[in-house]
């Protein structure tokens, strides 16, 4: 079987409203379970280009013991629990395969994988010219012939590991 390459598309203004309804049917359903829900990944950016896949950050107490509970809620609502080995998470995607609208990343509050990725999208919400060059980015490597999207995250990983590592040193600060 083969799947779309990666496409990445301009801003789409109605990219927050629909991370707002869908957090509310995962609040709904996960309730008191899941401490904090997030707009993440570059949906989450005013004015930055993305894959039109939302992007959901869901943050659990314990996310060994939340699994099972969390699962089950999620695919009751229309989410598939994609199993890959990533120790700081559970990854669950809505859509077909190819053509995907969410992906939800059920995660431990607090701890390294949440606040990696809400450091890197305040930066980018406070620092434009980043976030212009993080979508200019972007754009090139998605019109590599054949490319894929590990081939795609791979290609990002060093601009938004540098953003990070110039914050986590305080060569830059997190609000501009």
Same mark, same amino acid.
Request: net charge positive.
């Given at each position: 079987m083969s799947y779309?390459?990666?496409?990445?598309?301009?801003?789409?203004?109605?990219?927050?409203?629909? @991370?707002?309804?869908? =957090?509310r049917r995962v609040r709904e359903v996960?309730?008191?379970?899941a401490i904090a829900i997030e707009h993440v990944g570059s949906t989450a950016v005013p004015g930055? #280009?993305?894959k039109p896949i939302i992007d959901i950050m869901v943050g659990v107490r314990d996310l060994a013991g939340a699994f099972d509970d969390c699962s089950a809620a999620l695919q009751s609502i229309g989410y598939l629990y994609?199993?890959?080995?990533?120790?700081?998470?559970?990854? @669950? =995607?809505?859509?077909?395969? #190819?053509?995907?609208?969410?992906?939800?990343?059920?995660?431990? @509050?607090? #701890?390294?994988?949440?606040?990696?990725?809400?450091? @890197?999208?305040?930066?980018?919400?406070?620092?434009p010219d980043v976030a212009r060059q993080y979508y200019e980015l972007k754009r090139q490597v998605a019109a590599r012939p054949g490319i894929d999207r590990a081939a795609?995250?791979?290609?990002?990983r060093s601009l938004i590991d540098g953003v990070i590592a110039r914050v986590a040193d305080g060569v830059d600060t997190r609000w501009g």
């Open positions: 779309p390459g990666v496409v990445v598309v301009e801003y789409d203004p109605r990219w927050p409203a629909r @991370f707002d309804e869908e =957090q996960l309730g008191a379970r930055l #280009g993305a994609v199993p890959r080995r990533l120790p700081d998470r559970h990854f @669950f =995607q809505r859509g077909p395969w #190819g053509a995907r609208t969410h992906h939800l990343h059920l995660t431990e @509050f607090g #701890g390294a994988m949440w606040e990696r990725y809400l450091l @890197f999208r305040d930066y980018l919400r406070t620092h795609y995250n791979a290609a990002k």
